[in-house]
């Protein structure tokens, strides 16, 4: 598949900085808020987050819908992964319009992201065309956060620069995916997740 290049960069992410903004300065609302549910605060019949397709297929592990820890609203999204290494559990958001994300123009994926553990395991997430279409990132090591200090929530804002003359999809999707590298059970946490245009 080819790549195309866009920017992706990674402001305050626990890999990047010793000293990561306080997440007291960030915020889930945002005018030209792109995603749906991001705050997981409106659930499903079956008690997911609305919204969300839940990707937990693979053996001891799940994604849950919490409300202990939260950094914003009443609800955060939690990964409980007890698998041995090499695993993958992700949630995805479909059927966001082409129209949504506009070509020549920078965007932010920020929220506030909590591990117990460190090392080990990588937070990371796709923006691309639905289906894994072009544009697609299609390397998600190039979004790798990797928290540095353990049970505290830590901000993060990832700016999405499309180039100009981009050929826009029908509909975009939104992954956030979980690896793990490690046999010991490990728990992520997210909140407030949101993708707007750059402030």
Same mark, same amino acid.
């Given at each position: 598949?080819?790549?195309?290049?866009?920017?992706?960069?990674?402001?305050?992410?626990?890999?990047?900085?010793?000293?990561?903004?306080?997440?007291?300065?960030?915020?889930?609302?945002?005018?030209?808020?792109? $995603?749906?549910?991001?705050?997981?605060?409106? $659930?499903?019949?079956?008690?997911?987050?609305?919204?969300?397709?839940?990707?937990?297929?693979?053996?001891?592990?799940?994604?849950?819908?919490?409300?202990?820890?939260?950094?914003? %609203?009443?609800?955060?999204?939690?990964?409980?992964?007890?698998?041995?290494?090499?695993?993958?559990?992700?949630?995805?958001?479909?059927?966001?319009?082409?129209?949504?994300?506009?070509?020549?123009?920078?965007?932010?994926?920020? %929220?506030?992201?909590?591990?117990?553990? $460190?090392?080990?395991?990588?937070?990371?997430?796709?923006?691309?065309?639905?289906? %894994?279409?072009?544009?697609?990132?299609?390397?998600?090591?190039? #979004?790798?956060v990797i928290a540095s200090q353990v049970?505290?929530?830590?901000?993060?804002?990832?700016?999405?620069?499309?180039?100009? %003359?981009?050929?826009?999809? #029908?509909?975009?999707?939104?992954?956030?995916?979980?690896?793990k590298f490690t046999a010991e059970p490990?728990?992520?946490?997210?909140?407030?997740?949101?993708?707007?245009?750059?402030?």
């Amino acid at each position: 598949m080819r790549r195309l290049a866009f920017v992706l960069l990674c402001v305050g992410c626990g890999s990047g900085s010793s000293t990561p903004p306080d997440a007291d300065a960030f915020t889930d609302t945002y005018p030209d808020e792109i $995603l749906r549910n991001g705050g997981f605060e409106t $659930l499903d019949g079956s008690g997911f987050a609305a919204e969300w397709n839940n990707i937990d297929t693979n053996p001891d592990g799940a994604i849950s819908v919490v409300t202990d820890p939260h950094r914003f %609203g009443t609800h955060a999204l939690q990964w409980q992964i007890d698998a041995v290494d090499g695993w993958e559990y992700f949630i995805m958001q479909t059927a966001i319009p082409g129209t949504a994300l506009e070509a020549g123009k920078t965007y932010e994926l920020s %929220g506030a992201y909590m591990f117990d553990h $460190l090392g080990d395991i990588n937070f990371t997430y796709a923006v691309r065309g639905q289906g %894994g279409t072009d544009p697609s990132y299609d390397d998600l090591s190039d #979004a790798t956060v990797i928290a540095s200090q353990v049970n505290t929530w830590e901000p993060f804002r990832y700016e999405i620069a499309i180039p100009p %003359g981009t050929t826009l999809p #029908a509909n975009w999707e939104v992954v956030i995916d979980v690896l793990k590298f490690t046999a010991e059970p490990l728990t992520v946490s997210l909140d407030g997740l949101s993708l707007h245009a750059k402030p």
